[in-house]
């Protein structure tokens, strides 16, 4: 299909997009949307002590689920129950905490009785440590987790889904090879434009801004690095983008050049979002740029690996534990995501009047960019390793042309996928030099945290 695809006139891949589009759309939205939204926008009125009381009846009800509905929780309760058979699942502080690697390997196991055999919509996290895990939902649990995203993002800044809007996002959708434009594709079924990010250049800008331009787009839901890339070259080169009414950032830290680029560029409000995948914690902007979590999404812990014990002071760093509330499909309970930052603060006063906690700084999630001899800046660590079997890997640019990549095989792993890895590398960034370390543990930064990217090129 994806050949098919790729070798297609730009019509016929129009076709194909817009095909997807209706079946995510069918996935996504209901009758009942925008009853969900209605209220969603009631919960943002909740005091802590409603939200408290929904949440533990909830949480109840997602422990007591996922021990007696799935495979994998069933057999962990069997075992634990055998040593100390007084042991309740009805407390999640009796639960052993959930590795992520533990769900990439098996995901299947994770889907509870009554799911399993109902169509399941895949979602993919977004892999940036290398090695993307595959999360199950049914379309009741997709249906309520797009009513909360619109509700919480869109109509914040009164915009809703069936408007026009434009995706810079990291799916292939042009062919590596193509000098010239379109570097997009338009999506009828979700009334989109998807911008390729792998075509930005200094020569190209002005194709992007003249699509931009031509379909008008009343937003942007983007990845910060690239439209920040995008925003610099627009802002050099004089270019003028139309009216957008926000940009939504997801799958990576915003960092403030980007943020500036981008206000600079296009004179909006620039939006940040937070767990956009794995429905265990979510979070996003408001125009005042808080921060504010959802908290039906799930219930965030933080655990402190060197003291072995959990964090409960809001001034401590600590890696999160999530226990989804959303999604009974896949429950995952006390599921480590490798983000490391701090607890939600329940009790502050947002000028927008809503009264969602402010959602704790993410101290780990920067997505680096790998630089090209052009002078392009590439997100590529999503697709790179997509279907190989490695266990995890990082890629270190040492030099502008050379590239070192540290890899822990999974058992499957040949010479074969060495190759694939590195014909990836040449599409992406021409004639470079590539040399493997295969290793047991990738070495961890000095906060415990994974980089899946490091870069030794000065900028
Ligand atoms: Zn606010």
Redesign the pocket.
């Known amino acids: 299909m994806l050949s098919l695809y790729h070798s297609s006139p730009y019509p016929f891949k129009v076709l194909l997009a817009s095909i997807h589009g209706y079946h995510l759309r069918w996935w996504r939205y209901s009758r009942d949307t925008e009853q969900f939204i209605l209220e969603a926008h009631e919960r943002e009125h909740w005091t802590s002590e409603q939200w408290k009381n929904w949440r533990e009846e909830r949480l109840a009800y997602m422990l007591h689920y996922a021990a007696t509905q799935g495979p994998y929780y069933r057999d962990v309760w069997q075992k634990t129950r055998r040593n100390n058979p007084s042991l309740s699942w009805n407390y999640l502080e009796n639960w052993p905490l959930l590795e992520k690697d533990t769900v990439r390997n098996n995901p299947r196991l994770f889907v509870s009785d009554t799911s399993r055999y109902k169509p399941l919509f895949v979602d993919h996290t977004s892999g940036t440590t290398g090695k993307p895990t595959l999360i199950y939902q049914g379309r009741d649990t997709v249906i309520k987790w797009y009513a909360i995203l619109d509700a919480r993002l869109r109509r914040w800044y009164n915009l809703v889904y069936s408007q026009k809007w434009g995706m810079f996002g990291g799916q292939k959708i042009v062919s590596f090879n193509q000098k010239s434009p379109p570097y997009w594709v338009r999506n009828y079924g979700l009334n989109q434009l998807y911008f390729s990010v792998f075509h930005i250049t200094q020569q190209s800008a002005k194709d992007y801004v003249a699509a931009l331009k031509e379909f008008c787009p009343s937003y942007l839901v983007v990845y910060p690095s690239i439209l920040g890339t995008l925003s610099h070259h627009i802002l050099e080169q004089g270019l003028n983008p139309p009216e957008i009414s926000a940009v939504f950032c997801n799958s990576e830290k915003v960092l403030d050049t980007h943020r500036n680029f981008m206000h600079a560029a296009f004179n909006c409000p620039i939006v940040d979002t937070y767990g956009m995948a794995e429905m265990t914690s979510a979070a996003s902007?408001?125009?005042?740029g808080?921060m504010?979590e959802w908290p039906e999404v799930g219930f965030l812990e933080l655990y402190n690996q060197q003291a072995n014990s959990f964090v409960h002071s809001q001034d401590q760093l600590g890696e999160f534990v999530m226990t989804g509330l959303i999604n009974e499909d896949m429950p995952l309970i006390r599921y480590i995501n490798g983000d490391i930052g701090f607890l939600p603060d329940t009790s502050y006063k947002?000028?927008?009047?809503?009264l969602?906690p402010?959602f704790g700084k993410i101290q780990g999630r920067a997505n680096d960019l790998i630089q090209t001899q052009d002078g392009r800046r590439l997100y590529i660590l999503d697709s790179l390793f997509n279907g190989v079997p490695i266990v995890e890997a990082q890629l270190i640019q040492e030099k502008i042309d050379e590239i070192r990549i540290i890899l822990v095989r999974d058992i499957s792993y040949t010479e074969k996928d060495s190759q694939h890895i590195s014909n990836r590398l040449y599409a992406y960034l021409g004639d470079v030099k590539i040399t493997f370390d295969f290793v047991d543990k990738v070495p961890r930064e000095k906060n415990g945290k994974f980089r899946p990217f490091v870069s030794h090129l000065s900028y």
């Open positions: 902007e408001c125009q005042f808080v504010h947002c000028a927008c009047g809503r969602l402010k």
